[in-house]
Each structure stands twice: as C-alpha cells, then as structure tokens.
C-alpha cells in the first residue's frame, strides 16, 4: 500500500474502504501473515504488525477522531505522529547478506520537512532522546525531507519512539518515519578484503608511472576482474570509495585520471579527489551518464589542466560548442605559466575577465582633443557659459543655446557592474536607452524635441553642480556649417533626495554656427551613471584649468581684442573669460 502521511486518527480500521458491499473480498492487510513469523511476533514484526498508520500517543492519551488533512487543526502540535509502511516487504528487498553470511534488516528513516534542519542539530537531537546509540548511514536531503538509513529492527524501534518528542525553534514536533528499505547503495555490491586486492592489481596494471597516469576506462569489463568473478560497478558508492583509497594510499601524486565509460551518472562520489590526489591535472569523463553540467560543480576542488567530457548527454544540452565550454570555463582556472588549457581536445580562448594577463601592455590615457586652438577656445568659451547656467537655479537661460528644431535625449547604461535603478531613479523614468527599450512608440515618446521641451525636460532633471576640472572633450567631426563633440566629467547633485550623490556623465553635442563666435545646439545626448569609487576620490579636489593636453597659447593682438569684448558682455573677469 502507498504511504499515508495522514496525521493523528485511526488506523486502517478507521478508513474508508473500496467494495463496502456483500461481494468485498478480504484486502491484503486483513489477511493473516502469522506463518511468516512462526515462532511468534520478533521486534521488526512488532514494527509493522498493525494494519496501516500506527499513533505514537502514549498510554494516557484519550481517543482521537481521525484526521482531516483540509478541517480545522485546534492543536496542531500536538497531532504529529509516526506513519510505518504496512507493506511487507519481501526478503531480498528488506534485507541483504553481509559477505561473512550474516543477514542485516535495513530500514529507511524519513524526517519530513527535514529539510529545514541542520545535521548536526537533527542528528543529535535524535541521539538525545534515542534509547540505543545508532549510526546513520547516508544522510542527505532529498526535497524537503531528510533521510538516513539505520542497520537494524532495534535501532528502528528506538528511533520510533522518538518521533514527536522533539520540538524545533517554531514549536513544531519533529516527526519521524520508518520505512523497511533495501541495502542503501552505499553498501551494495561491497568487496571482500581479498576483492580489493585483486583490484589493487588491476588498477598496477593500468597504472603508467612515467606519466602519473591512471586508466579505468571501463573497469567493470576489465578481463582480469571478470575471470575472477568480481564485479567493480564505479556508479556505485562502494566500489568508487574503494578506488579512491586505492589512489590515496598507493599514487597520491597521480596527475591523470581516465573514468571514461563506466556509466557515471553523477559526480558526489569524487568531490573527495581533491584530498586523495590534490596534484590532479588530467580527468577524462567522457562516455559517461552525466546529464546536468551541475554534477561538474563536484570537482571544482580540482585544479585541472584538461578535462574529457564528450560522449554525455549534458553535451547534448547545448546549442553550441561555444556555449558549452564557456558552461565550463570554470572548471579550468587560468594558469600564468600555462596556456589556456584543452578541454575536450580543444583550445580554450582566454576568459573575459579582470584577473587573465592582458597580451599587450594598454596605450596611456590622453588628455582632450580640440584639432586646433580656434576650436579649442571656441568650444571651452561654449561649455563655460552652458554648465554656468546648468548649475544655476533657473535654466530657462539655456534656451538660447538651443536652435528651435533641437532634439534631447537621457540615457541610463545599465550593465553587471552598475548599481540598482533605484540610486539613478530621478533618471531613470526618462531614460532612453535603446538597447532596453523595444517598444519604438515609448522611444519616440522619450526623444525631446523643439528647444521649448528641451529646455522643460532639463529643467525637471536634479540641481546640480559639475566639477569643471574633471572635464575631458573630444572633438569627432568638424565642418563649416556642424560641429560634433563630446564631453566627459563629474557632477554631484544638490538637492532632494540624492544630494551630495556624485555622478559620471558623458554628453554628446551637435551643434551649428550661430553668430560670428557662438553655437547653437540642435542634438544633445545625455549618458548619466554613477561615479567610481576612484572617480569620486578624484572629484572637486581644487580648482584647476580647463581640460586640456596643453596650456593655453598665447593670443594674438586680435584674440586678446576678441576677448576683452567677451569680458565685458559676460561680466566674467578676463582670466575666466579667456578659459
């Protein structure tokens, strides 16, 4: 019969069966098995004896109604209980003969929820109140439940009894239950002392000692082990646990390892490699079962050189090779003294990444680039009177800097190194980034157009204050009638809610003649992002000169006449006015 996790109630008395009427036939559970226990009820008889689901109250409990798994739960604490299976298992399924011919009854214990729990506190909680010392064999986690397995009918019973009787930090009862179970694989298929022997001979003969290289590609079929009749199955906990110490005691300096073609669907049995053999370079996994590249993370201890994995069908999953040695690449540390090593015969490129050594040494940073002086003393002259107002508290001035067809845009770039939106958020609504945002009408929506928007839009964006210092420009084309430039530097807002917040920005002018001396903006493109940690070390230091390559050359008679006039329609002083 299947489990019933049913909680508190009656046994299989109680329940509702099929077939109610004169014509029902006896179930299974109601028949009578005592000619499989002659000489009367033993403890594991005791154990699954009743017909079903067996309450665990104690004696001076009273009656309870049965348990609606959907009704209302008055004591809910109070009603955990042990469930044991009443299918009687057959003898090669609840019991295994040892090697020396003694008969051992195995036993699955299941913690429901035990997930949530920690081993060590559940295990020991258990040994507490467990009136006979146990030793679990393979605790693991399976769902939401914990599971081990225990060796005896006496163990059993003790660790029944212990189920309810332990309460966790949200004051719910721990409950425990028993399964009768077959050998747990740990323990199956275990080699005789004189088994491991021949195995250790087995194992001498593939061993090359001039490469420190191992071979059991298909061991199980090896002729030497088959004429003696003993079985090495690696998928099986046992056997590779035997193998393992093997390698520890005799070749710890092995450097290669071929476990190609042994059916190994998962890998947990050698995350303890990296102990047994720490110089492993070499680890040949293909022709195996491993369906999830999640296995490999079970030796990623190793720091391998080469590693084999054609032939399983996590190859299959896929869509290119690409993409499956970059599923990988982690597996293979990068090595400075080495290439990039071969994985499944070939050559990796180098990882993208901040720790692999770049090829070539990088070109040092320039300062900015003008193309000539005029253009300099223009453009500088240009950015002095723009972010003059910028940072003023009313930008309405700015509507002369514009033509009347202008265009505006704000863009956030978002990336893995970027902080969360929500530091950029007076930004953010606004932005159009075209590589985010697919929806073309949003993106015609976010484009400011006419200098009346622009000027609008630019007057809702944070009060700021840029550090004029920080500036690098950078003239990309230049005609008689346009002019392309970008800009590049620090700001810090403040005021709202993001004051003193320091950002990095790069702006993007196209610009037209406008007068004999000024210019006139019909394309801005505004990049905003959050400053570095060095370029807010770096930011509003001191006052410094305009960025420049060079110092400011000297001016000619008409530069110098062209710039009193300046100082005098700006009100700027003339060392300001000449920047």
Known sequence: TEHDDRVGGRGFSGRRKKGRGPFRGKMYSEMNHRSRNRGGPGVRARLEEDDGDVPMSEAHDGPRNRYLPYGPRPNRTANIHITVRRDLPTPERSSSTSRDGGRRNWFKITIPYGKKYDKSWLL???????SV???PVEFHYDHNRAQ????????????????RKITDRDNYKVVIVINSSAPPQSLQNELKPEEIEQLKLCMSKRYDGSQRALDLKSLRVDPDLVSQGIDVVLNQRSCMLVVLRIIEDNIPELQSLNLSSNKLYRLDDLSELAQKAAGLKILDLSRNELKSDRELDKVKGLKLEELWLDGNPLCDAFRDQSTYIRSVRDL?????S???PPQDGHELPPPIAFDVEAPTTLPPCKGSYFGSDDLKVLVLRFLQQYYSIYDSSDRQGLLDAYHDGACCSLSIPFGPQNPPRNSLNEYFKDSRNVKKLKDPTMRFKLLKHTRLNVVAFLNELPKTQHDINSFMVDICAQTNTLLCFAVHGIFKEVDGKSRDSVRAFTRMFIAVPAGNTGLCIVNDELFVRNATTEEIRKAFLMPAPTPSS???PTLSAEQQEMLAAFSMQSGMNLEWSQK
């Open 338 to 340: 080495l290439p990039p």
């Open 124 to 130: 020991s909680s258990i040994q507490n109140l467990c």
């Open 550 to 552: 060079s110092p400011v």
């Open 148 to 163: 081990f397995y225990v060796e005896d009918a006496t163990t059993a019973s003790a660790l029944k009894q212990v189920s």
């Open 133 to 135: 010392p146990f030793t």
């Open 332 to 336: 293979l540390p990068p090595s400075p």
